[in-house]
């Protein structure tokens, strides 16, 4: 054996690893980052909301200086900040469902993605072009999922917001002058919903160029066999 076999398969080792990252930059490769980075943002924008268990602090009952800064015509005391906490939990209980799925449909969808842009870096839809009809076909029904899958999430979540708790709980947090808890979509609410969106037209466009390349695919490897038996 050589002494520089060793170096020899190193190096060659390092241009493979360097050929099959260049599939991240081609369009599918994009394509599929973007997938991954538009689920990543769903699931932010759920989780802020449902990580938020922010609610009325009733620090004016501790007394002192803490009555003195946070008491007065803005507190709330007695059976009404007991009343209040009580809503408050009752609507967190309440608000969560719609987020756990959202978060649960993007990461799925996120995993998904990853797994496909591996495969593509690792060259396999070149060595069995059926995995590129099949992650055709999948792109193009999550494309279509997100449809009715956006629909159940505002549905749920106005149902979240005409709930009698969340009514009481806005009435009587504006009986105090306080903001910022209305029975409305928030920020959160509509950037997850624009994001949906977004992904609507990603996952739909990675299916045609899935399909595209599974025709580039065959037509190159059909091209390669007619020039060997050419041979």
């Given at each position: 054996m050589s002494v520089n076999e060793p170096e020899q398969d190193i190096h060659r080792e390092r241009r493979s690893a360097l050929f099959n990252l260049r599939y991240i930059p081609t369009s599918r490769g994009l394509c599929q980052l973007m997938e991954i980075f538009v689920n990543l943002l769903i699931i932010i924008c759920a989780g802020v909301p449902y990580g938020n268990n922010g609610g009325y602090r009733d620090l004016a009952s501790l007394g002192g200086v803490y009555y003195y800064h946070f008491g007065g015509a803005n507190a709330f005391t007695g059976a009404d900040a007991d009343r209040v906490k009580t809503l408050d939990r009752l609507f967190h209980q309440l608000?969560?469902?719609?987020?756990?799925?959202?978060?649960a449909c993007a990461g799925c969808i996120m995993i998904?993605?990853?797994?496909?842009l591996c495969l593509g870096i690792f060259r396999v839809p070149y060595r069995w072009p059926p995995v590129l009809l099949g992650e055709a076909l999948l792109n193009f029904l999550i494309g279509l999922g997100y449809i009715p899958a956006l629909a159940f999430y505002f549905i749920k979540l106005q149902e979240t917001?005409?709930?009698?708790i969340c009514k009481e709980r806005e009435q009587m947090y504006k009986s105090k002058g306080h903001n910022g808890f209305e029975c409305q979509f928030h920020g959160a609410d509509i950037a997850g919903g624009l994001f949906g969106v977004v992904g609507v037209f990603v996952f739909i466009f990675g299916a045609v160029l899935a399909a595209k390349a599974f025709r580039a695919v065959r037509e190159l490897k059909s091209q390669r066999k007619n020039e060997e038996n050419n041979y």
């Amino acid at each position: 054996m050589s002494v520089n076999e060793p170096e020899q398969d190193i190096h060659r080792e390092r241009r493979s690893a360097l050929f099959n990252l260049r599939y991240i930059p081609t369009s599918r490769g994009l394509c599929q980052l973007m997938e991954i980075f538009v689920n990543l943002l769903i699931i932010i924008c759920a989780g802020v909301p449902y990580g938020n268990n922010g609610g009325y602090r009733d620090l004016a009952s501790l007394g002192g200086v803490y009555y003195y800064h946070f008491g007065g015509a803005n507190a709330f005391t007695g059976a009404d900040a007991d009343r209040v906490k009580t809503l408050d939990r009752l609507f967190h209980q309440l608000k969560r469902p719609p987020y756990i799925f959202a978060m649960a449909c993007a990461g799925c969808i996120m995993i998904y993605a990853s797994v496909m842009l591996c495969l593509g870096i690792f060259r396999v839809p070149y060595r069995w072009p059926p995995v590129l009809l099949g992650e055709a076909l999948l792109n193009f029904l999550i494309g279509l999922g997100y449809i009715p899958a956006l629909a159940f999430y505002f549905i749920k979540l106005q149902e979240t917001y005409s709930n009698a708790i969340c009514k009481e709980r806005e009435q009587m947090y504006k009986s105090k002058g306080h903001n910022g808890f209305e029975c409305q979509f928030h920020g959160a609410d509509i950037a997850g919903g624009l994001f949906g969106v977004v992904g609507v037209f990603v996952f739909i466009f990675g299916a045609v160029l899935a399909a595209k390349a599974f025709r580039a695919v065959r037509e190159l490897k059909s091209q390669r066999k007619n020039e060997e038996n050419n041979y």
